[in-house]
């Protein structure tokens, strides 16, 4: 799991071929030339086999996500409510 740039350290290390990633607008064409098979898609998150975000508070939202996916949705809300966060909904 990377948050914001640190997509590039994936991509360094061979991590993120042939897989479909987030970065922060400000990396993403550096993103590509590090890793041209490397699918780079401007969303918030990306859940692949490596999850990726776009920015810090992207990834809090994708950090919710994992919650969620490993402990379920309630566990996240209250999660998030814990935080004062808003809950990201897809």
Partial sequence: MSV???????????????KKAAT????EKLLKKMSPSTKVLKKRFILDTIYTSSGVASGIDLSLKVVEI????????NTSKYMEYKLYEN
Wanted: proline content about 0%.
């Fill in 70 to 77: 490993y402990f379920g949705k309630k566990v996240a809300k």
């Fill in 4 to 18: 914001c740039t640190g997509s590039l350290l994936l991509a360094k290390a061979g991590l993120l071929e042939n």
């Fill in 24 to 27: 922060h607008w400000s990396a």
